[in-house]
Each structure stands twice: as structure tokens, then as C-alpha cells.
């Protein structure tokens, strides 16, 4: 459901394409149950004493149905540089779900699941609601005349329906590879140390908490449906991963101090992982906005060759934490630089690639130091 969401309508809501990404929204609301009773069907055996399971999927298919609604909200917004709706899209339901949590004390498992879901539906509905009243007081003033009477003056890059469909397609293979690139790197993982594991885990929840802080609170400002050039948003994005990288490489230093080499040299390379992934998801918003939907091709070759790689040197005994950390590094950096050659960001492709280059090699000859 988040592929058709994120990878397919926001792309063409930025080339203007409203019918196509209208059409895909309805495809990822029948998305909604069928993604949401797989995952309670699991919950609910793990546990075992879950009585009520129908319950259960019906307030997880609500709240799914829900979340989508406000996000391709948010999403409308973004295009229209307006970063709020965007960023508020989950706020108030995980607002609702602690709330409930906090205010029932529920200790069973089955019953807290419950609770949270029904606060989480309640704070997404008060979210959509509060964004009604919004939108009607915004045409009530575009109908006087007003100062917000600002609308989205982008026009469809593509006026034919057939092109819509080739760039929807285009758009969705991304989505595919780069979520089942990530994913298989991740179950690989597994074999690994689970020393090493608690680090990684960590890792990723703050490398996508970042990148997504990022996508939805800053770029919309700089990249929407009136965006013409990639000069703006191009240094910012190369910015924020420079002072990614600085404050990673403060850490290394001070972590290589006081603990070992080894943890610095993990550090370097998390911090060449982060980097990058800011900068990707700068790269691939102008990429969605500014380039035809076939540039597309380059994160799903990027992903098949490193998914590749790294099975290859599972096969052969030589895959290690320093292996799969590179492996990240390379599915979000070796597209984003190409995105960027082709927005004529050459000397922000240059000093990104070289960056993460040195963090990377750097980091993989101070973790050959010591072992997890």
C-alpha cells in the first residue's frame, strides 16, 4: 500500500498527473484490507489469546483506510508547497494511541492493541476533520479573492494517458526494487551477530526517521508543483548530508577515544549510510518533479546489482556487518548521484560521491579492528 502511495501517486502528483494519481489512490484503498489481515492474522496467532480477532482487523483496516486518506492529503499539500498536512499525516494518531495507552492503563496485549488502534482512528479522525474545515475556509477565500487564494498552477507533464501509464509503471518498478532490495539486505542481516543486530536495528529507525523528517518537513518547500530548477534544492539537500556527515565524523572521533577502533569505524560507515539517504531523498524529489519517469531505471538496476553482490559474498562466507552496511550505502547512494548528474548537479554528485566514498572506505579498514 506505502509502494502505491509514496512511489506512485506522489510522483505523479508532482508532474501534474491528478487523474493518474487519483486512479492509483482508489487502487491503494482496495489495497487496504488485503494488506491488513495478513499482518493481524500474524499478530493474533502469535499471541494466542486475542479473542476478538475480527475486531481487531476491522480497527486495523480502519486505521490503514484512514492513514492513506490523510497522507495522500498531505501529499495534495506538498505539491503545493505546503509541508504541514504532510508532516501532521500520522502525527495525530500516534497522538490518539498514546493518549488511549495513557489514559486506560490496558496491561493485556490483545486489549492495548485494541485501545491504541481505536485512540490512533480517533486522532485521525480529528486530523482530517480539522484539514475539512481548512481546505473550506482556503476556498472560501479563493472565492473572494483573498490573499490564500493561491492555487497549483503545475500543468500535466504529460497530457496523454498512455505516457501517464508508462511513467506509473515506471515509478511503481522503483518502488518494488528499492523496497525489495532493502528488505532482502535487511533479512540478510540475520545472520550476523546479534550484537551487531541491536545496532542495526537502531540504525535503521534513525536513518529513516531522519530521511523522512527531511522529505516531509523540509523539501516540500523546495520542491513542488511550481519548481522549474534543481539549484535551490540541490543545496540543501548536499547541506544537510554535509552536516550529517560532520556530526558523524565528530562522533567517530570522540566514540574512537573512548571505546575502539572498531565502533568508530561503525559509526563512519552509519554515517556514510545516512548521508546518503538524506541526500537521495533530496535527489529523488527532483528527480519525481524535473526528469522523465524512465530515470527510474537507475535505483532498480542499482538495487538487482547490489542485492546480487551481496548474495554473491553471503555464498562465499564473506559477508560481515561492514558488507551489509556498504551494501546500504550503495542502494541509496549510486542512484541519488546519478539522479543528480542528470539535473546538472555535477559538483554536488562530485562531493557527494567522494564523501561517501572516504566515510565508507574508512570506516571498513577501522572495523577490520575487531569482530562482533
Known amino acids: 500500500m506505502q509502494l502505491v502511495l509514496t512511489g506512485v501517486c506522489y510522483p505523479l502528483l508532482l508532474r501534474g498527473a491528478k487523474e493518474a494519481a487519483c486512479n492509483w489512490m482508489k487502487f491503494s484503498i482496495l489495497l487496504v484490507p488485503l494488506s491488513s489481515a495478513p499482518a493481524v492474522a ?9 479473542q476478538d480477532a475480527f475486531l481487531l482487523t476491522v480497527l486495523t483496516v480502519l486505521f490503514s483506510g484512514l492513514v492513506l486518506v490523510a497522507t495522500y492529503d498531505g501529499f495534495r499539500e506538498a ?22 495507552l495513557c489514559a486506560f492503563k490496558v496491561t493485556h496485549a490483545g486489549a492495548g492493541t485494541v485501545t491504541m488502534l481505536v485512540g490512533a482512528i480517533f486522532g485521525e479522525i480529528t486530523f482530517l476533520v480539522m484539514r475539512a474545515f481548512q481546505r473550506s475556509a ?28 508508462q511513467a506509473s509503471g515506471w515509478y511503481l518498478g522503483k518502488s518494488i526494487a528499492g523496497y525489495g532490495g532493502g528488505l532482502t539486505l535487511q533479512s540478510y542481516a540475520a545472520s550476523l551477530a546479534p550484537a551487531f543486530l541491536s545496532y542495526f536495528s537502531v540504525a535503521q529507525r534513525v536513518v529513516g526517521g531522519c530521511a523522512g523528517v527531511f522529505s516531509n518537513s523540509v523539501l516540500p518547500f523546495l520542491v513542488h ?3 522549474q530548477h534543481s539549484r535551490e534544492a540541490g543545496r540543501v539537500t548536499l547541506a544537510v548530508s554535509a552536516a550529517a556527515s560532520f556530526a558523524g565524523i565528530g562522533i567517530a572521533a570522540f566514540i574512537g577515544v573512548v571505546q ?8 563512519l560507515l552509519l554515517t556514510a549510510w545516512m548521508s546518503t539517504s538524506l541526500y537521495a531523498a533530496g535527489m529523488q524529489r527532483l528527480a519525481y518533479r524535473l526528469l522523465p519517469a524512465k530515470v527510474s531505471a537507475a535505483p532498480i538496476v ?19 556487518p561492514a558488507v551489509l552496511l556498504v551494501g546500504m550505502v550503495l542502494l541509496d547512494g549510486v542512484s541519488s548521484i546519478i539522479f543528480a548528474v542528470r539535473l546538472s548537479l555535477r559538483n554536488s554528485a562530485a ?22
Request: zero cysteines; aromatic letters at 8%; hydrophobic letters at 45%.
Open 138 to 165: 482556503r476556498l472560501g477565500a479563493h472565492a473572494r479573492g483573498g490573499p490564500n487564494a493561491r492555487v497549483n498552477s503545475a500543468t500535466a507533464v504529460d497530457s496523454v494517458a498512455e505516457t501517464n501509464r
Open 302 to 320: 542499482t538495487s538487482l546489482v547490489v542485492v546480487l553482490m551481496i548474495s554473491f559474498l553471503l555464498s562465499i562466507n564473506q559477508f560481515s
Open 260 to 267: 575502539s577502533e572498531r565502533d568508530a569505524g561503525l559509526v
Open 42 to 50: 500474524i499478530y493474533t496467532s502469535r499471541l494466542g489469546d486475542v
Open 351 to 372: 562531493s557527494m560521491a567522494l564523501g561517501a566514498l572516504s566515510l565508507s572506505v574508512i570506516g571498513v579498514s577501522l572495523m577490520g579492528h575487531g569482530s562482533f
Open 79 to 100: 505539491v503545493r508547497g505546503d509541508a504541514f498536512p504532510l508532516s501532521a499525516a500520522t502525527f495525530f494518531g500516534s497522538l490518539g494511541a498514546i493518549f488511549g
Open 225 to 227: 508543483g511550481e519548481t
